[in-house]
C-alpha cells in the first residue's frame, strides 16, 4: 500500500476505536498463526458482519513473514468484503513495531516487559512513547502496559492463584499516570485477565475495571480473553473496553478437532483436504466471541 492508503486506514481504525467506544461493543482481536486461522477468523467477520483485528505475536510474524500477512489480510478483507485490520501483539522490541508501522499494521502492541521482565518504568516508558512518535508517520494506533502481564497462550494444568495474580493488577493511578508519560491509544488492562486457558474459569474485577475507566481517555484492551465467562464481556463492553484478545481457545479447538480428524482419517495425507472440520471449529470459536463482545453487525465497509 502507499502511505496515503496506509494513512486512510489507520484512519478508519481510529474511526472503529471510536464506535465501539460510542455503541458500547468490543473488536475482538484473534490471533493467526497460518491461512487455515486466517480464513476462520475472515469467515466469520463476513457471516456476522462483524469487524475484526487479525492479530500476529513475534513468533507468528516469524513464521508467516510480515509482509505476507500484511498481504494475506488484504486478499481476505477485498474478497470477502470485510472490515479487517492487522494488530501487532505483544511486540517485545521497538524494531519490531517499527517494521509493522512501515508494513502498513493498523494496530501496534509494544510490550518491552514481555522480553524482559525486569525492564525498569524508564525503559518501557522511554521506548513506548519512542514507537508512539513513529507510529504518527501512519496513524496507528499504539497499545501498552506498564508491566509484564501473566500467564501464557497455552493450555495450562494448574489452578489460578489469585492472590499472586492480584499483585499484577493495574490500578486507576498507575494506568493514568502510564497514559500521560507515553501518549499511547490503548491501555491493556489487567483485572483478573490472564493469557491462557485454565480448568477453572476466569474472574474479572469489573469494579476496578470502572475506576480504570474513569482514570483515563484512551481506549483500553483486555488481553487473555480465553477461558473467561462470556457475561464478563457483555459488562466490560459497556464500562467501555474496545478491544479483547483471543488465542488459546481457539488454538484448542484447531488441535482437538485435527487430531479429531487425522484419526478418522488414517489414510489421508493430503491434509488441506481435512482441514474444513477444522476451520469450522475456529470459526465456531470467534463467532461466540463475536456476538459475546457485541460487534456483529457492527463493520462499516
Known sequence: MTI?????????????????????????????????????????????????LVECSNDEIQAMGIENMRDLVDNYRAELGVEMYINLDHSPTVEGCKRAIDAGFEFIHIDISQADHNASDEEIINQTREVVEYAKFTGALVESEPHYFGGSSNLHEEKIDYEEIRKTFSTPEGAAKFVAETGIDTFAAAVGNLHGKYPVPKKLDLDLLEE??????????????????????????????????????????????????????????????????????????????????GSDGKAVL
Do not use: W
Not at 464506535?19 to 456476522?48: I, M, P, S, Y
Open 4 to 52: 496515503r492508503e496506509i494513512r486512510e486506514r489507520t484512519l478508519r481504525a481510529r474511526h472503529l476505536m471510536q464506535r465501539a467506544r460510542a455503541q458500547h461493543f468490543a473488536v475482538g482481536a484473534f490471533n493467526v498463526g497460518d491461512q487455515e486461522t486466517l480464513r476462520a477468523v475472515a469467515a466469520a467477520a463476513k457471516n456476522l458482519n462483524s469487524p475484526v
Open 212 to 293: 480504570i475507566r474513569r482514570a483515563i481517555k484512551c481506549n483500553i484492551s483486555l488481553h487473555g480473553g480465553s477461558g473467561t465467562p462470556l457475561h464478563y464481556f457483555e459488562s466490560a463492553t459497556q464500562i467501555g473496553v474496545s478491544k479483547v484478545n483471543i488465542n488459546s481457545d481457539m488454538r484448542i479447538a484447531y488441535r482437538t478437532t485435527l487430531e479429531e480428524v487425522l484419526e478418522e482419517n488414517p489414510d489421508q495425507f493430503a491434509v488441506v483436504k481435512l482441514m474444513g472440520k477444522v476451520r469450522a471449529a475456529v470459526q465456531k470459536v470467534v463467532e461466540s466471541k463475536i456476538k459475546a463482545f
